[in-house]
């Protein structure tokens, strides 16, 4: 949790706040504490939005649903004020982890954990659909590992029998990556897209992956809707148990106590060793107010639109205790929010990647000032590219990636995960025919890839970029080439590079590494070598990657070759 800021209130209501919560588009979350020293937390609703009528009903609904639904595993309702401005409602305090920050931290959960946890939110999510409710954002950061079993929060878009889904003003509905296929095509909401969402929560804290992968909402919504969660290394029967609850088909989906029968739990999940020691990340909470920082009182809305919300879960949740209020998104016609796709921001420049060239990622408005991945620009790179830094990651372990370039469109099939930023280029040429024109050029011994920025950083942290190059096809790795001799597609990452400090001894300086020397694929964190190019030839893809740890990148450029 944060030090409340200097012109955060001291008060509101009869509550003394202590600390900050977290902070979502709805507005700030508070610790406070009652007259009689009970501990809550306190939702207030941003001044911004106080005026717009669909918001305000979306937050009176929400009070009315914390209201009707008392269970075990939801935090109940302690007091609201919905008369005048500020509007707000006190729940009770439930400490703990949220999932997505106890998975961030400590990695994906046991099979037999997941189980556990399991069977106790599709309990939970059955006590809240008997008061006639669905919760519609049920997602890693909506429960809460509490020392006395998970916790449902956040019911801010959650749904009574007969009640209107207020869509009209750009209220996302629900998280993608989340969100049943049924929401998505038809707003068709009820029980069986909770399922889905517990199916899709419950696949990311097996894997401690994005369930649908990462990127544009846009793009992780259509994974959702047409392609398979993302279950590699799952233990097969629990794989089983959540592809059935993440069927396309709502009707396909499992009923709770079902749901709850195949878990197959013999024991209280409070017993289990691995969900007890997530305790001891719940924070302190302080008995009086923290010294405060400079600051306004309520975020303002960003000037960009923040990485989207269904990244949160890998990325971590909030500060402190992860109360997370569901995000409003402002109406993509309303004028105050552009959005550019971001396979419409890659400007290629020279020849054609397929034969050799340079490709630049940039701003549609672009204004030549400067801009970099973390966002800005300066004289100091923060660490150096050719050695070793403290917390780089050491590789880039394989995932599943379907993102595959094409050179009869010159276009990989699925856009970048996550925008690099103003001035990123990346370039693939071949060293051993440097005089080749483009015409008679032909990869078939190495391929240099290069990258860089034009501007400098001003963050002071270092922004790794790992590159990965892929064959086409699914490759044998007893024999090196196509499985089989069958042409199926290769859905995994392919050969990836060291992890490189994108600015590095000279920040503005190009970056080059040779396939296949430099590059690995990576089983159980021991490198095996990359195959020649003459192994499989076709369309090869070529990514890179913003890294963090060998688990967690995203791909911010997609390009190709083609090897004859």
């Known amino acids: 949790m944060d030090a409340l800021k200097d012109r955060d209130p001291a008060h509101i209501g009869a509550y003394t706040l202590l600390a900050r919560l977290g902070a979502g588009g709805m507005g700030q979350v508070y610790l406070a504490r009652s007259p009689g020293g009970r501990l809550v937390a306190i939702k207030v609703i941003r001044d911004e939005i106080t005026d717009h009528p669909e918001a305000l009903a979306r937050f009176r609904r929400e009070v009315e649903t914390v209201r009707a639904v008392r269970s075990a595993y939801t935090a109940n309702l302690i007091d609201a004020s919905l008369d005048s401005a500020p509007y707000w409602l006190a729940t009770e305090y439930v400490s703990g982890p949220t999932l997505s920050r106890a998975v961030g931290e400590r990695g994906a959960l046991p099979a037999e954990t997941c189980r556990g946890l399991f069977a106790a939110l599709a309990e939970g999510l059955a006590a809240v659909h008997a008061h006639g409710v669905t919760h519609r954002d049920l997602k890693p950061q909506n429960v809460i590992l509490a020392a006395q079993g998970p916790q449902l929060i956040d019911f801010g878009i959650a749904r009574g029998a007969g009640q ?156 402190g205790h992860g109360y997370t209020p569901t995000q409003v998104s402002q109406s ?44 800005g620009r300066s004289k100091s790179p923060s660490s150096s590219a050719s050695t070793a830094s403290k917390g780089v990651p050491a590789y880039a372990g394989d995932k599943i990636d379907r993102a595959l370039w094409y050179s009869d469109t010159g276009k990989c099939q699925l856009p970048p995960e996550e925008r690099a930023g103003n001035g990123f280029m990346g370039s693939i040429s071949d060293p051993d025919h440097p005089d080749a024109s483009s015409e008679t050029l032909t990869f078939d011994g190495r391929v240099q890839v290069g990258f860089r920025n034009k501007f400098e950083a001003d963050s002071g942290k270092p922004y790794y970029i790992t590159v990965s190059v892929k064959p086409p096809h699914d490759i044998d790795p007893s024999t090196g080439k196509p499985v089989g001799g069958k042409l199926i597609d290769n859905a ?25 020397d430099d590059f690995h694929s990576w089983v159980e964190g021991k490198p095996q070598p990359a195959i020649p190019l003459t192994n499989d030839p076709g369309d090869w893809t070529v990514q890179f990657h913003h890294i963090r740890t060998p688990d967690d990148y995203t791909s911010i450029m997609c390009d190709g070759f083609t090897v004859k």
């Not at 959005?339 to 672009?366: C, E, I, K, Q």
């Not at 994108?502 to 396939?515: H, M, N, Q, R």
Request: glycine share 12%.
């Open 164 to 319: 209107t889904a207020l869509t009209e003003a750009g209220f996302a509905p629900g998280t993608p990556g989340f969100t049943a296929p049924e929401v998505l095509l038809r707003n068709e909401v009820g029980p069986a897209a909770d399922v889905f969402a517990l199916g899709a929560t419950l696949a990311y804290a097996a894997t401690g992956r994005p369930p649908f992968g990462r990127g544009e909402p846009a793009g992780v919504s259509y994974r959702a809707v047409h392609e398979s969660v993302d279950l590699a290394g799952v233990d097969a029967e629990l794989a089983s148990l959540i592809e059935a609850c993440v069927a396309k088909d709502p009707a396909a989906r499992p009923g709770l106590g079902d749901v709850i029968a195949r878990c197959g739990v013999r024991a209280a999940l409070v017993e289990d060793a691995v969900y007890a020691g997530l305790a001891p990340m719940a924070e302190a909470v302080p008995s009086t107010p923290p010294v405060r920082q400079p600051g306004s009182v309520l975020p303002a809305p960003p000037a960009h639109p923040p990485v989207s919300p269904h990244e949160l879960p890998t990325a971590g949740a909030p500060h």
């Open 332 to 375: 993509a016609s309303g004028g105050r929010r552009r959005r550019t796709a971001p396979w419409m921001a890659a400007v290629a420049v020279g020849v054609a990647a397929g034969v050799g060239g340079v490709f630049v990622l940039m701003a549609p408005d672009d204004d030549k000032t400067g801009g970099d991945p973390a966002g």
């Open 492 to 516: 995994n990452v392919g050969y990836t590079s060291k992890p490189i400090d994108l600015y590095g001894d000279d920040p503005l300086a190009w970056k080059y590494l040779t396939y296949p």
